[in-house]
């Protein structure tokens, strides 16, 4: 269901698609898992709002599950090619390969709503698992490379070493948001005034 809102326009009054509004206000949202469809739109649309102002903030409010961590890349590949500040917030959850694009905001801009949830671990690829044995060693070795590269950029935006980060994650990790935000995750839990 597509909620529709009324934009007051110099030509009138015009019906829009609540996202298409929230986006040109410079809020993007992602809330599902991250497919080819969704991450190409995220980095096409942070390269947009970059270049119709590259000083303002745009903000990246995410609940997913994750995604194929290639998409991922792409998504923070886009947020550090940018100029444009972006806070991220999750809001729900950030599950996996998601957290990534949470830690990867603009350091002081990444945060979380008191009741959200963040998950990190190592990679998985069910790729090995659907391939026969040469290409199997070849999936583990792109997953292997994989995992070392996200393991790079939660230390990177943490503040840890690789090792450290490596021995952290090694299982399945949930926090909330005071903890991501004592272990360096995101920066600070937003609070409310209600």
Same mark, same amino acid.
């Given at each position: /269901?597509?909620?529709?809102?009324?934009?007051?326009?110099?030509?009138?009054?015009?019906?829009?698609?609540?996202?298409?509004?929230?986006?040109?206000?410079?809020?993007?949202?992602?809330?599902?898992?991250?497919?080819?469809?969704?991450? $190409?739109?995220?980095?096409?649309?942070?390269?947009?709002?970059?270049?119709?102002?590259?000083?303002?903030?745009? $903000?990246?409010?995410?609940?997913? +599950?994750?995604?194929?961590?290639?998409?991922?890349?792409?998504?923070?590949?886009? /947020?550090? /090619?940018?100029?444009? +500040?972006?806070?991220?917030?999750?809001?729900?959850? *950030?599950?996996?390969?998601?957290?990534?694009?949470?830690?990867?905001? $603009? +350091?002081?801009?990444?945060?979380?709503?008191?009741?959200?949830?963040?998950?990190?671990?190592?990679?998985?690829?069910?790729w090995v698992t659907h391939s026969d044995l040469t290409d199997a &060693?070849k999936y583990l070795d792109l997953a292997v490379m994989d995992n070392?590269?996200?393991?790079?950029?939660?230390?990177? $935006?943490?503040? &840890?070493?690789? &090792?450290?980060?490596?021995?952290?994650?090694?299982?399945?990790?949930? /926090?909330?948001?005071?903890? *991501? *935000? &004592?272990?360096?995750?995101?920066?600070?839990?937003?609070?409310?005034?209600?």
């Amino acid at each position: /269901m597509n909620t529709i809102v009324i934009e007051s326009t110099e030509h009138g009054d015009m019906p829009m698609d609540v996202y298409q509004k929230l986006s040109n206000d410079r809020i993007l949202f992602i809330a599902n898992v991250i497919s080819d469809n969704v991450a $190409t739109d995220i980095a096409a649309t942070l390269l947009l709002k970059d270049s119709e102002d590259s000083e303002k903030k745009i $903000t990246l409010f995410i609940n997913s +599950p994750g995604g194929d961590i290639r998409n991922i890349f792409m998504i923070c590949d886009m /947020m550090n /090619m940018i100029e444009a +500040p972006i806070e991220t917030v999750c809001i729900g959850a *950030a599950m996996d390969e998601a957290a990534l694009i949470l830690a990867s905001g $603009t +350091p002081g801009m990444r945060l979380a709503t008191r009741n959200s949830i963040i998950a990190v671990n190592q990679l998985s690829h069910d790729w090995v698992t659907h391939s026969d044995l040469t290409d199997a &060693k070849k999936y583990l070795d792109l997953a292997v490379m994989d995992n070392k590269r996200m393991m790079e950029i939660f230390a990177k $935006t943490t503040g &840890k070493s690789v &090792k450290q980060v490596s021995e952290d994650l090694n299982r399945r990790v949930f /926090m909330t948001a005071n903890q *991501a *935000a &004592k272990y360096g995750l995101i920066d600070k839990v937003v609070s409310f005034s209600k």
